[in-house]
């Protein structure tokens, strides 16, 4: 049987491609090397599936997206934030927006959506085939032939949709195998890196603060001792490093500077001028006769944090406050408002929810996903070189890039 299209990998692109091309009526062959569809889809959103943000396409802040993000307007002009909830409604999934615009099914559960998708490509008469791996591509003349299974079985069509994502948390099966195939194919593959992770830094002492977090912390990223990028949000300390919101949404763009030496200085009273605060500080130290430096401490920064204090500004504990010198006041104020650890590396793919880097977006139509190089051959989601910060930005290039490339498959 030759198919009219092959869909190599079934998470969300790769659903939504087969599902929109079996609504045009194509004979489609959806293939996954796991034993079950949407594997890494149950893990999105701690298990509840953020399934998109409400200002995913938005043109004003579509440039969270870095770089590349120009490519998108086509895709979401085809299918935007509020056609993908109408496309959930129909299949019985009823979702809700959250705080910061997140967008999850109101029964909080990925796999309510994993059973929808697989309901309708049932229902679409979708061939899946489970449990088996992809091993080859051929391609000939600008046109892809067939595909060879790692069982060596050969499987013919007349187009071939590519969503088999990138290589973050491998374990759910994303390990990088479309990077090969395209590559052999002759498409260009801009580095993949890990995205959306923690970072290592190389000062030991955070190990002091391990699960330490804090709000609102102003975050600035130096390279080589000029800052590049300031950001405010949460943080949480880890034992070799930091991580939490802002510093997962900091980790794509730490990741490109990381060829040069970078910093993070981190300020714990962001929302304190330097100079207000030194200020203040010198006023409740002058204000209070025999207070000690610890019950002070103790009445600004979580207890955790006091050692390191102690440790960074060499000024004893049981000081009494009032006699704390200007130049031991500055040194304080320093380590509270001008923190700085050095990024060693970003923690690994198996720790990262997005693989930054990808296939060349210039090889791509963006109003199609179809192939430069090969008429027949289209490509969605995290394969592509493109990706978003958390809260649900990157299951929507999944939803998208899907909906098109399923959508513009060459039927005869």
Same mark, same amino acid.
């Given at each position: ?11 969300? +692109? ?11 009526? @194509? ?15 149950? +893990? ?30 086509? @895709? ?39 059973? *929808? ?45 590519? +969503? ?74 880890? @034992? ?111 720790? *990262? ?26 490509? +969605?989601?995290?394969?592509l070189d493109l990706d978003g910060p958390t809260g649900g930005y990157n299951l929507q290039v999944c939803w998208s890039t899907g909906y098109v490339a399923g959508n513009n498959i060459?039927?005869?």
């Open positions: 049987m030759i198919y009219d299209v092959i869909v190599i990998g079934g998470g969300p +692109a790769g659903m939504m491609s087969a599902i929109q091309a079996s609504n045009r009526g @194509a004979s489609v062959l959806l293939v996954e090397k796991n034993n079950t569809l949407g594997f890494k889809l149950l +893990a999105t959103g701690n298990s509840r599936c953020n399934i998109s943000n409400i200002s995913a396409d938005n043109k004003q802040i579509i440039d969270v997206y870095g770089s590349n993000s120009k490519f998108l307007f086509s @895709a979401f002009n085809k299918l935007n934030v509020n056609n993908t909830l109408s496309f959930f409604a129909d299949l019985g999934v009823n979702t809700k927006i959250e705080d910061n615009g997140r967008i999850f099914p109101k029964s909080n559960k990925a796999s309510d959506v994993l059973l *929808a998708l697989s309901e309708q490509l049932e229902e679409n008469n979708v061939e899946v085939m489970l449990g088996l791996m992809v091993k080859e591509i051929v391609g000939n003349d600008k046109k892809i032939e067939k595909i060879i299974m790692g069982n060596n079985k050969e499987i013919f069509a007349k187009n071939f949709i590519i +969503a088999s994502g990138g290589k973050s948390y491998p374990k759910t099966g994303s390990t990088g195998d479309g990077y090969s195939w395209l590559t052999n194919l002759g498409h260009t593959i801009n580095n993949p890196r890990p995205a959306l992770t923690p970072i290592v830094v190389k000062e030991k002492i955070v190990k002091q603060l391990e699960g330490l977090s804090f709000k609102n912390i102003g975050i600035n990223i130096y390279q080589n001792d000029k800052k590049v990028i300031n950001r405010v949000g949460d943080i949480i300390f880890t @034992a070799d490093g930091v991580s939490g919101p802002v510093i997962i949404d900091l980790s794509s763009a730490i990741g490109v500077l990381l060829s040069e030496r970078v910093s993070l200085h981190i300020d714990f009273f962001s929302e304190t001028g330097i100079k207000e605060f030194e200020e203040k500080m010198q006023n409740d130290f002058h204000s209070s006769n025999n207070k000690m430096f610890k019950n002070y401490l103790s009445s600004v920064v979580p207890p955790k944090f006091l050692p390191v204090i102690f440790q960074l500004t060499k000024i004893s504990e049981e000081k009494i406050i009032n006699t704390i010198t200007k130049e031991e006041r500055q040194i304080l104020v320093k380590v509270l408002k001008d923190f700085i650890l050095e990024v060693k590396k970003l923690k690994g793919f198996d720790r *990262a929810m997005i693989t930054a880097g990808g296939v060349d977006v210039k090889e791509i139509d963006p109003k199609t996903m179809q192939s430069k190089l090969y008429d027949n051959l289209f490509l +969605a989601g995290e394969i060459i039927l005869s």
